[in-house]
Protein backbone atom coordinates (compact mmCIF):
# COMPACT_ATOMS: atom_id res chain seq x y z
CA UNK A 1 0.00 0.00 0.00
CA UNK A 2 1.38 3.33 -1.13
CA UNK A 3 1.32 6.43 1.10
CA UNK A 4 1.38 10.37 0.54
CA UNK A 5 1.34 13.48 2.65
CA UNK A 6 0.40 16.51 1.89
CA UNK A 7 0.39 19.93 4.00
CA UNK A 8 -0.65 23.17 3.04
CA UNK A 9 -1.64 26.49 5.48
CA UNK A 10 -4.85 28.33 4.23
CA UNK A 11 -5.40 31.89 5.68
CA UNK A 12 -8.55 30.95 6.72
CA UNK A 13 -10.49 30.04 9.95
CA UNK A 14 -10.46 25.49 10.56
CA UNK A 15 -14.19 25.62 10.60
CA UNK A 16 -14.42 27.61 7.00
CA UNK A 17 -12.25 25.41 5.78
CA UNK A 18 -13.40 22.15 7.40
CA UNK A 19 -16.65 23.21 6.03
CA UNK A 20 -16.02 23.78 2.36
CA UNK A 21 -13.21 21.08 1.92
CA UNK A 22 -15.94 18.31 3.21
CA UNK A 23 -18.96 19.34 1.66
CA UNK A 24 -19.06 16.86 -1.64
CA UNK A 25 -20.68 19.28 -3.69
CA UNK A 26 -17.47 21.85 -3.65
CA UNK A 27 -15.22 19.10 -5.10
CA UNK A 28 -16.08 20.47 -8.75
CA UNK A 29 -14.53 23.63 -7.84
CA UNK A 30 -12.10 22.33 -5.71
CA UNK A 31 -11.01 20.13 -8.85
CA UNK A 32 -11.64 22.63 -11.81
CA UNK A 33 -8.54 22.92 -13.88
CA UNK A 34 -7.77 19.11 -13.85
CA UNK A 35 -10.75 16.82 -13.52
CA UNK A 36 -13.87 17.56 -14.25
CA UNK A 37 -15.94 16.47 -11.54
CA UNK A 38 -19.94 15.94 -11.18
CA UNK A 39 -21.46 15.16 -8.48
CA UNK A 40 -24.40 12.33 -9.25
CA UNK A 41 -26.27 12.62 -5.31
CA UNK A 42 -26.49 16.09 -4.47
CA UNK A 43 -28.75 15.71 -1.90
CA UNK A 44 -27.13 12.68 0.70
CA UNK A 45 -26.20 13.95 4.09
CA UNK A 46 -22.47 13.61 4.89
CA UNK A 47 -22.88 11.27 7.98
CA UNK A 48 -20.36 8.33 8.81
CA UNK A 49 -22.05 5.43 6.52
CA UNK A 50 -23.11 7.93 3.45
CA UNK A 51 -21.97 7.75 0.09
CA UNK A 52 -21.51 9.57 -2.78
CA UNK A 53 -21.19 9.03 -6.79
CA UNK A 54 -19.38 11.03 -8.39
CA UNK A 55 -18.75 11.27 -12.17
CA UNK A 56 -14.93 12.30 -12.99
CA UNK A 57 -13.13 12.73 -16.67
CA UNK A 58 -9.57 13.12 -17.03
CA UNK A 59 -7.98 12.95 -20.39
CA UNK A 60 -10.96 12.12 -22.29
CA UNK A 61 -11.75 9.30 -19.84
CA UNK A 62 -15.04 9.50 -17.74
CA UNK A 63 -15.30 6.86 -14.70
CA UNK A 64 -17.87 6.76 -12.27
CA UNK A 65 -16.26 6.75 -8.33
CA UNK A 66 -18.16 6.36 -5.44
CA UNK A 67 -16.74 7.33 -1.97
CA UNK A 68 -17.92 6.30 1.87
CA UNK A 69 -17.61 8.53 4.34
CA UNK A 70 -16.05 6.42 7.16
CA UNK A 71 -15.53 8.82 10.19
CA UNK A 72 -15.48 13.13 10.68
CA UNK A 73 -14.85 15.22 13.67
CA UNK A 74 -16.45 18.38 12.89
CA UNK A 75 -13.70 21.02 12.04
CA UNK A 76 -11.21 18.13 12.64
CA UNK A 77 -10.94 15.59 10.78
CA UNK A 78 -12.74 13.79 7.80
CA UNK A 79 -12.03 10.42 6.49
CA UNK A 80 -13.66 8.55 3.48
CA UNK A 81 -12.52 5.57 0.74
CA UNK A 82 -13.19 4.20 -2.37
CA UNK A 83 -15.88 1.67 -2.50
CA UNK A 84 -16.20 2.08 -6.64
CA UNK A 85 -13.69 3.39 -8.62
CA UNK A 86 -9.96 3.46 -10.29
CA UNK A 87 -7.75 2.29 -7.33
CA UNK A 88 -8.01 -1.37 -5.93
CA UNK A 89 -8.26 0.58 -2.46
CA UNK A 90 -8.11 4.47 -1.25
CA UNK A 91 -8.37 6.18 1.87
CA UNK A 92 -8.09 9.47 2.25
CA UNK A 93 -8.11 11.45 5.95
CA UNK A 94 -8.03 15.10 6.04
CA UNK A 95 -7.00 16.90 8.90
CA UNK A 96 -7.43 20.92 9.86
CA UNK A 97 -5.16 22.35 12.59
CA UNK A 98 -5.34 25.58 13.77
CA UNK A 99 -2.66 28.41 13.52
CA UNK A 100 -1.99 31.64 14.41
CA UNK A 101 -3.90 34.45 12.91
CA UNK A 102 -6.89 32.78 11.98
CA UNK A 103 -5.02 30.06 9.28
CA UNK A 104 -5.12 26.61 9.08
CA UNK A 105 -2.64 24.22 8.51
CA UNK A 106 -4.71 20.72 6.15
CA UNK A 107 -2.99 17.66 5.90
CA UNK A 108 -3.99 15.32 3.23
CA UNK A 109 -3.45 11.76 4.32
CA UNK A 110 -4.01 9.10 1.76
CA UNK A 111 -3.01 5.40 1.58
CA UNK A 112 -4.24 3.66 -1.85
CA UNK A 113 -3.31 0.38 -3.76
CA UNK A 114 -3.19 0.70 -7.70
CA UNK A 115 -5.01 -2.51 -9.13
CA UNK A 116 -3.15 -4.51 -11.72
CA UNK A 117 -0.24 -6.31 -9.65
CA UNK A 118 3.19 -5.80 -10.55
CA UNK A 119 2.06 -3.19 -13.45
CA UNK A 120 0.41 -1.50 -11.57
CA UNK A 121 2.71 -0.92 -9.04
CA UNK A 122 4.89 0.34 -11.84
CA UNK A 123 2.42 2.47 -13.00
CA UNK A 124 2.25 3.78 -9.67
CA UNK A 125 6.34 4.49 -9.15
CA UNK A 126 6.40 6.57 -12.61
CA UNK A 127 3.31 8.14 -12.82
CA UNK A 128 0.36 7.60 -10.54
CA UNK A 129 2.23 9.18 -7.05
CA UNK A 130 3.06 12.29 -9.11
CA UNK A 131 -0.14 12.33 -10.05
CA UNK A 132 -2.19 12.26 -7.10
CA UNK A 133 0.01 14.37 -5.75
CA UNK A 134 -0.48 16.80 -8.22
CA UNK A 135 -4.14 16.88 -7.76
CA UNK A 136 -3.76 16.77 -4.11
CA UNK A 137 -1.89 20.31 -4.22
CA UNK A 138 -4.13 21.73 -7.06
CA UNK A 139 -7.42 20.85 -4.69
CA UNK A 140 -5.51 22.63 -1.67
CA UNK A 141 -4.72 25.69 -4.00
CA UNK A 142 -7.68 26.29 -5.55
CA UNK A 143 -9.30 26.15 -1.78
CA UNK A 144 -6.85 29.03 -0.58
CA UNK A 145 -8.02 30.75 -3.47
CA UNK A 146 -11.46 29.96 -2.65
CA UNK A 147 -11.53 31.15 0.48
CA UNK A 148 -8.96 33.98 0.31
CA UNK A 149 -12.55 35.81 -1.52
CA UNK A 150 -14.48 35.65 1.60
Known amino acids: MAHIQIQQIISAKPFNVYQYLTAPQNLKDQLRGLIDVE ?3 PVVEVQPGAEFLFRMKRYGVEQAIRFGIEKYVTGNSFTYH ?5 FASWRHTI ?3 PKEPNSTLVTDLVEYEVPFGLVGRLVDDFLAQKEIKKILKHR ?3 ASLHLKEL
Open 39 to 41: LMN
Open 82 to 86: QVNGL
Open 95 to 97: KFE
Open 140 to 142: LHN
